[in-house]
């Protein structure tokens, strides 16, 4: 199996519903590294996986939409518990869906799995793996 992950961040606020958040029902502010990986069995004539420029430009332009905005006024986030295991979900289904439309290069047909971490601090993070198609 191979493997290839970038990894950047984004700086959000955002505020959760429900008592079991505490004190994180109030609007509060979070940083996030944001690895993705991208796993596939097999690597291309130029043995390579996924162009890792092309990889590294998606997941940018993904996060640029988060990137220092309060989550609780986006339309696409309306109803929803931003939690850092929703927002690596929310990032999968983003990076699988440009695998599917070509957005990676012809590299990112090979790719079968995703998997996307959000470290939110040095001791606790949350990640969604999952198929492309």
């Keep these: ?3 290839l992950t970038v990894v ?8 959760f519903r ?3 958040f505490g004190p994180a029902q109030r609007l509060h502010g979070a940083t ?3 690895e993705a990986e991208f796993r596939a069995e097999t690597i291309d004539h130029l043995h390579l996986l996924i162009d890792i420029g092309l990889a590294k430009d998606e997941l940018r332009k ?3 939409a988060m990137d220092y905005r309060n989550l609780d006024a986006e339309p696409e986030f309306a109803g929803k518990n931003t939690t850092t295991e929703y927002l690596a979900f ?3 289904g983003l990076l699988a869906a440009a695998c599917r ?4 290069g012809p590299g990112a047909g090979q790719v079968h799995g995703i998997k996307v971490l959000l470290r939110e601090s040095h001791i606790a ?3 969604f793996e999952g198929p492309v198609a």
Excluded: C, N, Q, T
């Design 125 to 127: 993070w949350a990640a």
């Design 18 to 20: 429900g008592a079991e």
């Design 101 to 104: 439309d070509g957005r990676m």
């Design 32 to 34: 996030f590294v944001v």
């Design 8 to 15: 950047d961040h984004i700086m959000v606020a955002h505020s």
């Design 1 to 3: 199996m191979y493997s």
């Design 90 to 92: 929310h990032i999968h």
């Design 62 to 64: 993904i996060l640029a």
